[in-house]
């Protein structure tokens, strides 16, 4: 070990006291089917976290000091407790900013949110026009998205966020949701898509292709700190140089996630077993899972890098998205999916071999609708296949071209 | 960055942490959270955290500095610092 005092970057790989950013899934009920949703989310859960238990959570949070939590779903807002638990969070301290697809936001709770300095909103919205978005999230969704929107400005609610999920058919509308955002005197924030959840499925043919990684690079750079991304696209730093953020891989390290029975995860994007660090309702709580997970510690030892230490630009990709390298069936140890290098496209074609053994891991638990939902988007995959081998690796969809585009 | 920054930072007058933040210490420092801007800081080392800490029973910013046993070579990276701070509202001038 050499001498030289660690980087704040390395010094946030070997994890904090408390996450940065918490992500607390409430529910799993939804009244949404969207085709990429990250947990799968659908069907409440019949061992979700009583109000009781929530509010211990908040405790737990209040004395760890974690300054926010980032409340989802599921669409968080149909538990009936849910506006209980902000108030019972915001008088703990406990900031909160939640992610909805609108449902309930009306001109009543859009002025009571824009009074608290200690709420923000986030609507999710997949598309700049009904038909992009609705594809994804279901007819009638943009509908509802932009109506709580225009209650949200028509409130005074100042700076709340418009989240846009990047995919192939909505990356060329990047301008327009700028300006949605704006109109509504909104900030923009766009995130990565994972192939998490029922994303697993979709993702193939949602993710943006090689070129439109570019054209994303550059717009953001463009835009600068004006446009959030969650620090989720640090995998494209290789273009150019880092964005605005963090760019680190955060899991176990500085966020995690908390499901709706209360399940502790090492990131919002890794609903799996081998990624699960322990309950809540286990002794010590959420502290304790935090402090002394044992996959926790694991992640916050060095990494080696893998097959990535001897690239160039190991340092300012870091390996990428740990998630979307596990849900495509790639090891953790080696490129992403979407390695602007394209090291990622090989990788994928040689893990094609293991989809067709079967050996792509599936996100689980599921609490997809199992009947029919009113507006749901028709599937962009042909036929759902829960327990059928995953296709070959999609390698022949990326650009040819793809291992030149450093230059 | 900051020759602008520091020119609007005065090391001499009196200063506090914003009411809207919190402190958190962490192994490297401290984060620091700004409720109303809902920014995040960073502060880099023990010092830094003990100078923000009693700048509110410091006549001065210099005077914190210097309870904190910062030499006067070091003194203008934790000006820099500070005027950071002041600039996101981390931190804002007593009356």
């Given at each position: 070990?050499?001498?030289?005092p660690?980087?704040l970057?390395?010094?946030f790989?070997r994890?904090?006291?408390?996450?940065i950013?918490?992500?607390?899934e409430?529910?799993?009920?939804?009244?949404l089917a969207?085709?990429?949703c990250?947990s799968?989310s659908g069907?409440?859960?019949?061992?979700?976290l009583?109000?009781?238990?929530?509010q211990?959570?908040i405790?737990?949070?209040?004395r760890?000091?974690?300054f926010?939590?980032?409340i989802?779903g599921g669409?968080?807002?149909v538990?009936?407790d849910?506006?209980?638990?902000?108030?019972?969070?915001?008088?703990?301290?406990?900031?909160?900013?939640?992610?909805t697809?609108?449902?309930r936001?009306?001109?009543?709770v859009a002025r009571?949110?824009?009074?608290?300095?200690?709420?923000?909103v986030q609507?999710s919205l997949?598309?700049a026009t009904?038909?992009?978005?609705?594809a994804v999230?279901g007819a009638g969704?943009?509908a509802?998205?932009l109506?709580?929107m225009?209650?949200?400005s028509?409130?005074?609610f100042?700076?709340?966020k418009l989240s846009?999920?990047v995919?192939?058919?909505?990356?060329?509308?990047?301008?327009?949701f700028?300006?949605?955002?704006?109109?509504?005197?909104?900030?923009?924030r766009?995130?990565r898509?994972?192939?998490?959840?029922?994303?697993?499925?979709?993702?193939?043919q949602?993710?943006p292709?090689p070129e439109q990684?570019?054209?994303l690079y550059d717009?953001l750079?463009a835009h600068?700190?004006?446009?959030?991304t969650?620090d989720?696209f640090?995998?494209?730093?290789?273009y150019?140089?880092?964005?605005?953020g963090?760019n680190l891989?955060?899991?176990?390290r500085?966020?995690?996630l908390?499901d709706?029975?209360?399940?502790?995860y090492?990131?919002?994007f890794a609903i799996?077993e081998?990624?699960?660090?322990g309950s809540?309702?286990?002794p010590?709580?959420f502290?304790?899972?935090?402090?002394?997970?044992?996959?926790?510690?694991?992640?916050r030892?060095p990494?080696s890098g893998?097959?990535c230490?001897s690239?160039?630009f190991?340092?300012?990709?870091?390996g990428?998205?740990m998630a979307?390298?596990f849900?495509t069936g790639l090891?953790l140890d080696g490129?992403?999916p979407e390695?602007?290098?394209?090291y990622?496209?090989?990788?994928?074609l040689?893990?094609?071999s293991a989809?067709?053994?079967?050996?792509v891991p599936r996100?689980?638990?599921?609490?997809?609708h199992?009947?029919?939902v009113r507006?749901?988007p028709?599937?962009v995959?042909?036929g759902?296949?829960p327990?059928?081998p995953?296709?070959p690796?999609r390698?022949c969809?990326?650009n040819p071209?793809t291992?030149?585009?450093?230059? | 960055?900051?020759?602008e920054?520091a020119?609007?930072?005065?090391?001499d007058?009196p200063?506090?942490?914003d009411?809207q933040?919190?402190?958190?210490p962490?192994p490297?420092g401290?984060?620091?959270?700004h409720?109303?801007?809902?920014?995040?800081s960073f502060l880099?080392n023990?010092t830094?955290?003990?100078v923000?800490r009693?700048l509110?029973?410091h006549?001065?910013?210099?005077?914190?500095?210097?309870?904190?046993?910062v030499s006067?070579?070091?003194?203008?990276a934790?000006e820099?610092a500070l005027a950071?701070?002041?600039?996101s509202s981390?931190?804002?001038e007593?009356a």
């Open positions: 070990m050499s001498a030289r660690a980087t970057v390395e010094q790989e994890g904090l006291a408390a996450p950013c918490l992500t607390w409430l529910t799993y009920a939804c009244n969207c085709v990429h990250l799968s069907r409440r859960d019949p061992r979700e009583s109000t009781a238990e929530c211990e959570v405790d737990t949070l209040e760890m000091q974690v926010y939590v980032n989802g669409e968080p807002t538990r009936p849910f506006w209980d638990l902000v108030d019972y969070a915001t008088a703990h301290h406990v900031g909160v900013k939640f992610s697809n609108g449902i936001i009306d001109r009543a009571r949110l824009a009074g608290s300095d200690y709420i923000d609507i997949d598309g009904a038909d992009v978005n609705d999230r969704s943009y509802t998205a109506r709580a225009a209650h949200l028509a409130a005074g100042s700076g709340f846009v999920v995919t192939r058919h909505n990356v060329s509308q990047l301008d327009e700028k300006a949605l955002a704006d109109a509504h005197g909104a900030q923009l766009l995130t898509l994972r192939p998490s959840g029922r994303g697993a499925d979709t993702w193939p949602l993710h292709l990684q570019r054209v717009w750079t600068g700190e004006q446009v959030l969650g989720s640090f995998h494209l730093a290789p150019g140089g880092p964005l605005p963090l891989c955060g899991a176990g500085v966020v995690c908390i709706p029975v209360g399940d502790v090492a990131c919002p799996h081998n990624f699960l660090a809540v309702r286990g010590g709580g502290a304790a899972v935090w402090r002394d997970s044992p996959l926790f510690a694991e992640l030892a990494q893998g097959a230490r690239c160039g190991y340092d300012s990709c870091r990428g998205c979307a390298k849900f090891p490129p992403d390695c602007v290098q394209g990622g496209t090989e990788a994928l040689a893990a094609g989809a067709g053994r079967g050996d996100p689980a638990p599921d609490h997809s199992r009947g029919p507006g749901q028709v599937p995959t042909i759902a296949r327990a059928a995953r296709p690796s390698a969809d990326e071209l291992g030149f585009a450093a230059g | 960055m900051s020759t920054l020119a609007a930072f005065d090391l007058r200063w506090r942490i009411d933040v919190a402190v958190r962490e490297f401290a984060l620091l959270y409720f109303g801007t809902r920014r995040l880099k023990a830094v955290l003990a923000v009693s509110a029973e006549p001065s910013a210099r005077s914190a500095c210097a309870a904190a046993g006067p070579a070091a003194l203008p934790y820099r950071t701070l002041a600039d981390m931190i804002r007593r």
